[in-house]
């Protein structure tokens, strides 16, 4: 089972948009069995990153982790949604 982290600036907010979405197109794609969700923010797991397999942030993140990191800004604003859950189904597939 894979592990996915969904955080913002506050572990509250946007994050709980975001899971919202995620839990609903793992439904849609019957892959809800396959992934252990997780929600907090930034700063509380910036060292913790390689805990996850796969990471998805609605704010920035430090230099050294971005390329762990799967931007979910698109979640918010439905532009360009599709490649998100894209890169999270690749990672899930992984």
Same mark, same amino acid.
């Given at each position: %089972?894979?592990? /996915?982290?969904? %955080? ?5 907010? @946007?994050? &709980?948009?975001?899971?919202? #979405?995620? #839990? *609903?197109?793992? $439904? ?5 069995? *396959?992934? #252990?969700?997780?929600?907090? !923010?930034? $700063? ?13 942030? @609605? @704010? /920035?993140? =430090?230099?050294?982790? #971005? ?6 800004? =698109?979640?918010? &604003?439905? %532009?360009?949604?599709? *490649?998100?859950?894209?890169?999270? !189904? !690749?990672?899930?597939?992984?």
């Amino acid at each position: %089972m894979k592990k /996915l982290m969904i %955080m913002c600036g506050s572990g509250v907010a @946007t994050s &709980t948009v975001v899971m919202g #979405k995620v #839990k *609903q197109w793992l $439904a849609d794609e019957g892959l809800e069995s *396959q992934v #252990k969700l997780y929600q907090s !923010k930034v $700063a509380e797991e910036v060292n913790h990153i390689d805990d996850y397999d796969i990471v998805v942030s @609605t @704010t /920035l993140v =430090p230099d050294n982790i #971005k390329d762990k990191v799967i931007n979910g800004v =698109p979640l918010l &604003t439905g %532009m360009g949604s599709d *490649q998100v859950f894209e890169e999270i !189904k !690749k990672e899930i597939e992984a």
